[in-house]
Structure formats: C-alpha cells, structure tokens
C-alpha cells in the first residue's frame, strides 16, 4: 500500500502577515493635522423664480390667459440678452375648482400655472428685470438666489489655502519639537467646499402682482444688493518628521 505524498503548505512571509502600521514609530514620527480655509466672496449668479398665473370661468379661457402671459414674460427676459445665462420652463398646470356648496361636481372656476427659472449674470440688470416681470398681471417673482458656479476659482483657492494651512500647521507641531517635516504621508479631501446653488431664506426677495393691467408709468428698478457666498474648504493631512530629541 502506498502511502500519498503530501506537499508542506507555503509558509506567509513576515510582511504579508503582518497589516500596515497605522500609526508612527520611533524612527517615523507621524503628525495628523487639519487644515481648513474660509473665504468671502462676491456671487456669480442669481436666480429667480417666476410664476405666471390665470383664472377663468372657463377652462379654454384659463389655458389661452395663461399662454399669452407666458410668452409675455418669456420675451420679456429674453429682450435682456446674453445678461440672461439660463431660462427654463418648470411646472405647469391647469385645475379646476370646485364649488363648495350643491351636489355633483360642479366647477366655479379654472386656475392655471405656469414656473420659470431664469438665471442672471448682471445684477444692475435683474432689478430691472424683477420689477418689470413683477409689473405684469398675475405674475409673481421669487428670489433672488445668489450663488457660485460650480467650476467657480473661489472653490479651487478654499482647496488650495486648506492645504498650505495644514501644511504650516504640521510644521509649527514639528518645529515645537525641535525638528521638521520628513514626508507627505496622506492627504484626505473631507468635503472641500459647502457653498450652496440655492442659497435658503437669507437675501431673498418676494414680489407679486394679481389682477389688474400695469400703470402707464413703469415701476422704479428694484435696488438688489448681491449677497456675499462664503465658501469653506476642509483637508485631513498626515506628515512624517524627522525624530526629536526629547
């Protein structure tokens, strides 16, 4: 009878057994520091809302007021121009309302809606802009939303600072020691900008005009003053030094 062979398992070397080492040692001091950057800075862009309204008795009156008052206001901001940057149409919606007394479903009247965002990169312009638009009948304004782009340089200089910040951090830890920085270990980017596209309440301006034509003299331009967007910038940075002498 044969005995079978057997052939020795490979034996793990020590490196492979062994995790990484998540901290410093004696000869690799390890220092952990955050660096962050806060800036002010002026907006890019503000956004409106626009919503254009109608009512009628009947639903095929409702929905022509409601057409003819959207492409009013829709040539109206496009007469600005290149000062327009985005104009698009969002919800619309044509309701019936019923009566509150007697049986059946009986319709008292028909209310129509139709929302516009329109996005400007003049600001003199857009108060301009909102009165007229607030002037026309059944149109309501909301807004303005100041923001920044998204590939805004103010984004990449919050980056950029957060990163020089933990840098001269680390070396001020280092150079308490009496030594200096050896290596870049790591650097995390923890969520390096929290500027909002649609800044909340803060800065923003309502304006309604029901029922009614416009007056045959214009409304005075609203006087809008564009709301500072602060931008923050956040890194985790993990450096090697030299060792001390303690």
């Known amino acids: 009878m044969t005995t079978p062979s057997t052939t020795p398992s490979a034996t793990p070397s020590p490196d492979a057994s062994q995790p ?21 800075v002026d907006p890019e862009i503000a956004r409106i809302g626009i919503t254009v309204a109608s009512r009628g008795k009947d639903r095929r009156a409702a929905l022509d007021d409601l057409t003819r008052r959207n492409t009013t206001a829709l040539d109206l901001v496009k007469s600005y121009g290149d000062v ?32 516009i965002t ?16 607030a002037d026309l009948d059944l149109t309501r304004v909301d807004g303005p939303w100041w923001a920044l782009r998204p590939d805004s340089p103010a984004h990449r200089q919050a980056r950029q600072q957060a990163v020089k910040e933990a840098v001269q951090r680390a070396r001020e830890y280092a150079e308490a020691l009496g030594t ?63 060792p001390p002498t303690l």
């Open 180 to 242: 200096s920085l050896a290596a870049l270990v790591e650097l995390a980017d923890i969520g390096a900008e929290n500027a909002q596209p649609y800044p909340p309440a803060p800065g923003r301006m309502r304006s309604m005009a029901y029922g009614g034509a416009a007056e045959d003299t214009a409304a005075a331009p609203l006087d809008l003053e564009p709301q500072r967007q602060h931008v923050y910038a956040a890194v985790n940075a993990r450096f090697t030094m030299a």
């Open 118 to 133: 329109a996005e400007l990169t003049d600001f003199t312009t857009l108060g301009e802009l909102t009165t007229r638009l």
């Open 84 to 115: 327009v940057e985005r104009l698009e149409t969002g919800a619309f919606s044509i309701s019936p309302e019923l009566k509150d007394k007697g049986r059946g479903e009986r319709v008292h009247a028909y209310h129509g809606r139709v929302h």
């Open 20 to 40: 990484a080492v998540p901290y410093g040692t004696p000869d690799a001091p390890r220092i952990a520091v955050r660096g962050e950057a806060r800036l002010e």
